[in-house]
């Protein structure tokens, strides 16, 4: 199947890049993939030792990113082959391997993102938010001449099919009605680490609609939010229409 197009999304936790994939494993034309360099970036940090499930991660899947890259760039099984990444899980592997197909930056107001992930893994570094990756992975891209598009959170629950037809024009796929609903409960690509992180997709039927966070922000968590505030004003500002 030559002409396969391979959608890589490189996302930052809680934006919702699980509810893309199950939007795109709606598709007639598509197979998603759950993560697959998670068991790689596991192994390779001391994450190993605070995220849920670390071992049994590690244990179900590939952990030599090499090879994890060679199958993104090389599978043939679908025509339109789905990618979930979290971008740090990247680490220092060859990233030349991202030419072959559409590159999504995804990412989300760092004031609704860190409380969220603050309620699985508290506490967490600017290692573990993706927001310091996202503005590397974007110099890096720019350098080495590699397309990309970056959309944001909020803007895909306020209007999800105005966006996914973006990311689809972007991608140059066709755009499918099925995409924005789907049955609820899990999906078999689910990782093994769904039952700790996907309770909201689980409950879904589609892209649930944007609302405000009424909560007060953690105190603990101000320093980190002003560090990735200013790797986030960076990254909005690529958004283009």
Same mark, same amino acid.
């Given at each position: 199947?030559?002409?396969?197009?391979?959608?890589?999304?490189?996302?930052?936790?809680?934006?919702?890049?699980?509810?893309?994939?199950?939007?795109?494993?709606?598709?007639?034309?598509?197979?998603?993939?759950?993560?697959?360099?998670?068991?790689?970036?596991?192994?390779?940090? @001391?994450?190993?030792? %605070?995220?849920?499930?670390? +071992? &049994? #991660?590690?244990?179900?899947? /590939?952990? =030599?990113?090499?090879? !994890?890259?060679?199958?993104?760039?090389?599978?043939?099984?679908?025509?339109?082959?789905?990618?979930?990444?979290?971008?740090?899980?990247?680490?220092?592997?060859?990233?030349?391997?991202?030419?072959?197909?559409?590159?999504?930056?995804?990412?989300?107001?760092?004031?609704?993102?860190?409380?969220?992930?603050?309620?699985?893994?508290?506490?967490?570094?600017? @290692?573990?938010?993706? %927001?310091?990756?996202?503005? +590397? &992975? #974007?110099?890096?891209?720019? /350098?080495? =001449?590699?397309?990309? !598009?970056?959309?944001?959170?909020?803007?895909?629950?306020?209007?999800?099919?105005?966006?996914?037809?973006?990311?689809?024009?972007?991608?140059?796929?066709?755009?499918?009605?099925?995409?924005?609903?789907?049955?609820?409960?899990?999906?078999?690509?689910?990782?093994?680490?769904?039952?700790?992180?996907?309770?909201?997709?689980?409950?879904?039927?589609?892209?649930?609609?944007?609302?405000?966070?009424?909560?007060?922000?953690?105190?603990?968590?101000?320093?980190?939010?002003?560090?990735?505030?200013?790797?986030?004003?960076?990254?909005?500002?690529?958004?283009?229409?």
């Amino acid at each position: 199947m030559t002409n396969t197009k391979r959608i890589y999304l490189w996302s930052g936790p809680r934006n919702i890049s699980t509810t893309l994939m199950y939007s795109f494993a709606q598709r007639p034309d598509a197979k998603v993939f759950d993560e697959p360099l998670y068991g790689h970036y596991l192994s390779k940090t @001391n994450a190993k030792r %605070y995220h849920p499930n670390a +071992d &049994l #991660i590690i244990n179900s899947m /590939e952990c =030599n990113g090499a090879k !994890v890259i060679n199958h993104m760039a090389e599978d043939e099984s679908a025509e339109v082959l789905f990618f979930k990444n979290m971008t740090h899980h990247l680490l220092d592997l060859d990233k030349s391997f991202m030419k072959k197909g559409t590159n999504i930056i995804l990412t989300r107001s760092p004031e609704e993102m860190l409380p969220s992930y603050h309620k699985v893994i508290p506490n967490p570094t600017i @290692n573990d938010v993706g %927001y310091r990756a996202h503005f +590397d &992975l #974007i110099l890096e891209l720019t /350098e080495n =001449n590699t397309d990309y !598009v970056v959309m944001d959170s909020k803007k895909i629950l306020e209007n999800p099919e105005q966006e996914l037809k973006r990311l689809c024009k972007h991608a140059n796929i066709p755009f499918y009605k099925e995409m924005l609903s789907w049955p609820i409960g899990p999906r078999p690509e689910d990782g093994v680490w769904a039952n700790h992180w996907y309770h909201n997709v689980h409950n879904s039927t589609g892209f649930m609609k944007y609302q405000n966070k009424k909560e007060e922000f953690p105190f603990e968590l101000l320093p980190l939010l002003e560090e990735c505030q200013m790797y986030y004003d960076q990254l909005i500002k690529k958004i283009k229409y």
